[in-house]
């Protein structure tokens, strides 16, 4: 079959619509989406999986003209961009973490340029990501991102609506434990801090000789990060059962 022959009005716009969904997950999906990963290497490994999955996708069903083709690609970016903000959402868990154990460990005006999202963030946040970042590609979450792609590629339809009920129920219900998992996550800082400003608060009435500020802040960071040493191995466990959850949540996104 030669090339001419491939290039039927069908063929053309499923191609098309194949290398907007993959181009927009890679533009949303955590990982992929990273400035760091240069543009140039994106649209390759999008034109690359483009090639590999065209011959196993099935062709569009709806009839090519420019309105189709323009709901058609408005609902590849979205279903692309709600399936991404899903699974940020649970590194943001981690940042919100780390914003909460940053403020009780006297750490928020220590603020740097995150460059995954040129905004700032505390250090702990950074911390927190990169770690996050490594115990995602460790468990291969991006592979399980390309397969979680192979599936829709097998059961979404090009230009078919997916399921907009689900994915507002998700976020609905998420949203509320964001917050919840959030707080858990830095509890063991937050009450160790709490109760060494109780302890401090009790020596100073007894000894108003006593310097906080010399003394007792690095103590109180110090207890903190023994602590923190202590249940980061729990907290990239409750990530990564988070993960696992989004994932099986995101599948019914279609139904």
Do not use: C
Not at 113 to 141: E, K, R, Y
């Amino acid at each position: 079959m030669g090339i001419a022959e491939l290039l039927t009005p069908v063929n053309t716009v499923t191609f098309l619509l194949l290398f907007i969904r993959i181009s927009s997950f890679m533009s949303f999906l955590p990982f992929f989406n990273y400035v760091n990963i240069p543009m140039s290497a994106k649209a390759a490994l999008s034109l690359w999986m483009s090639i590999l999955f065209f011959p196993v996708v099935p062709k569009i069903s709806f009839e090519i003209n420019l309105l189709n083709l323009i709901l058609a690609i408005f609902n590849e970016v979205a279903f692309a961009f709600f399936v991404g903000m899903a699974l940020q959402l649970i590194f943001d868990i981690l940042k919100f973490a780390a914003e909460q154990i940053s403020f009780v460990m006297g750490f928020t005006m220590a603020n740097v340029i995150d460059p995954n999202f040129g905004t700032q963030s505390t250090i702990l946040s950074q911390f927190f990501t990169w770690i996050a970042i490594l115990v995602f590609l460790n468990m291969g979450g991006d592979h399980l991102e390309i397969l979680m792609l192979s599936h829709f590629m097998q059961n979404l339809p090009f230009g078919a609506f997916f399921n907009y009920h689900n994915v507002y129920e998700y976020f609905l219900v998420y949203m509320g434990k964001y917050f919840l998992i959030g707080v858990a996550i830095a509890f063991p800082i937050i009450a160790i801090s709490l109760m060494s400003d109780i302890i401090f608060g009790m020596i100073m009435k007894t000894m108003p000789q006593f310097n906080l500020l010399v003394v007792g802040f690095p103590i109180k960071i110090f207890v903190s990060f023994l602590v923190l040493m202590a249940i980061i191995g729990s907290m990239m466990s409750v990530f990564w059962r988070e993960i696992e959850e989004a994932f099986k949540a995101v599948l019914h996104f279609i139904g």
